[in-house]
């Protein structure tokens, strides 16, 4: 099981209380799939993972790194060229940049929304002319992430679609 440098901290201060690495390593992933926010962080104090003065902070910093890992994850499967970005606006979570229409709008852009109770895939077009929730985990199969933001694209008629080096299929 992959996991992140934010994640290896709270895994090594349950280990150094003499727990096992295996199981702090699923104990975690599981609590990190099941929880955001506030709740993840009171699970993260609850199983030891960290004090009550550090979990939110490190509850915050997983998030951030698991949202990236998935967003790079789906970025490299595309059929299409992007580009990786920080949002800059929120939590600073990575995005992906799929074109810009005219040189003087926002580009298309797709991501995880993380402030929202179960965290989702989205799309947007230039300034939010058009903006679709996908309903689809953020933790979700990357290559389904794929697909589903491929076919949006297209749809959306995103630039970077408009280069697609082949179609995905299902």
Not at 14 to 26: D, F, H, L, M, S
Not at 57 to 75: F, K, S
Not at 98 to 113: C, E, F, H, S, V
Request: glycine share 6%; with cysteine; charged share 20%.
């Amino acid at each position: 099981m992959t996991t992140t440098p934010q994640a290896d901290k709270l895994i090594a201060t349950r280990v150094r209380q003499g727990a096992n690495p295996t199981e702090c390593t699923q104990l975690l992933n599981d609590l990190a799939t099941a929880h955001t926010g506030d709740n993840l962080a009171s699970a993260l104090e609850h199983h030891s993972f960290a004090t009550a003065a550090s979990a939110e902070h490190a509850a915050h910093a997983l998030e951030i790194e698991r949202i990236d890992n998935h967003v790079t994850a789906v970025a490299a499967l595309l059929p299409f060229p992007v580009e990786v970005e920080a949002e800059m606006g929120g939590m600073f979570t990575l995005q992906i940049l799929l074109g810009t229409r005219t040189p003087d709008t926002a580009p298309d852009r797709a991501g995880i929304n993380p402030h929202v109770l179960r965290a989702t895939w989205w799309i947007e077009t230039a300034d939010g002319e058009a903006s679709e929730d996908s309903g689809i985990p953020a933790t979700a199969d990357p290559a389904l992430v794929a697909y589903w933001l491929t076919q949006r694209a297209i749809a959306l008629g995103s630039p970077a679609a408009a280069h697609s080096r082949e179609p995905l299929s299902a």
